[in-house]
T-cell receptor, first 118, second 115 residues
Framework: AQKVTQAQTEISVVEKEDVTLDCVYETRDTTYYLFWYKQPPSGELVFLIRRNSFDEQNEISGRYSWNFQKSTSSFNFTITASQVVDSAVYFCALSEEVLYNQGGKLIFGQGTELSVKP | NAGVTQTPKFRVLKTGQSMTLLCAQDMNHEYMYWYRQDPGMGLRLIHYSVGEGTTAKGEVPDGYNVSRLKKQNFLLGLESAAPSQTSVYFC??????????????FGQGTRLTVV
């Protein structure tokens, strides 16, 4: 079965602190994609990153970095030097491919609400 | 380029009434999804479709039906609305994995209240 777990429901940090959001996933497929989305208070869902199951290289984009480890089925997200504008709910998601008309689900974790205080 | 458009954006229903939420995408995506978002529950998949004329159940399908008669549209129906269906509904679309940009694009959401 396909499952995404974000164990941290809420995180509160002070501006300029580093913060890591955890994501653990379960899947039986060998081909899959992992995603992170941001949902600011305005409510829209903003795409941050995708990673396919064959690429375990870590990625850095400005203050954001992602650590993908297949051995522990984790895809963690770190914000360095957090800012008030980073306050949002962050979702991790998993998608499997369609094979023989089965699959294709895009499943989200429960989200982590990050609050960055000045 | 409109992306994913949901109609309506807000709606108040009385218990027992029916309604249809429309999701339209102009990116020629094969896959489409309907989610509901409730406080503390994240985004839960209601139904999804991997192609025109095909639909499948997600995590919380009870009380909802869907149809995908045209590739660009994915309809979510509530036959007899219940207060438990008060939620924010999101539609998303994406191409199959491996075909270029595989991110899911989301609509702006529909806030539904059932009284």
């Amino acid at each position: 079965a396909q499952k995404v777990t974000q164990a941290q429901t809420e995180i509160s940090v002070v501006e300029k602190e580093d913060v890591t959001l955890d994501c653990v996933y379960e899947t039986r497929d060998t081909t899959y994609y992992l995603f992170w989305y941001k949902q600011p208070p305005s409510g829209e869902l903003v795409f941050l990153i995708r990673r396919n199951s064959f690429d375990e290289q870590n990625e850095i984009s400005g203050r954001y970095s992602w650590n993908f480890q297949k051995s522990t089925s984790s895809f963690n997200f770190t914000i360095t030097a957090s800012q008030v504008v980073d306050s949002a709910v962050y979702f991790c998601a998993l998608s499997e491919e369609v094979l023989y008309n089965q699959g294709g689900k895009l499943i989200f974790g429960q989200g982590t609400e990050l609050s960055v205080k000045p | 380029n409109a992306g994913v458009t949901q109609t309506p954006k807000f709606r108040v229903l009385k218990t027992g009434q029916s309604m249809t939420l429309l999701c339209a995408q102009d990116m020629n995506h094969e896959y489409m999804y309907w989610y509901r978002q409730d406080p503390g529950m994240g985004l839960r998949l209601i139904h999804y479709s991997v192609g025109e004329g095909t639909t499948a159940k997600g995590e919380v399908p009870d009380g909802y039906n869907v149809s995908r008669l045209k590739k660009q549209n994915f309809l979510l129906g509530l036959e007899s609305a219940a207060p438990s269906q008060t939620s924010v509904y999101f539609c998303a679309s994406r191409p199959p994995l491996g075909r270029g940009n595989t991110e899911a694009f989301f609509g702006q959401g529909t806030r539904l209240t059932v009284v």
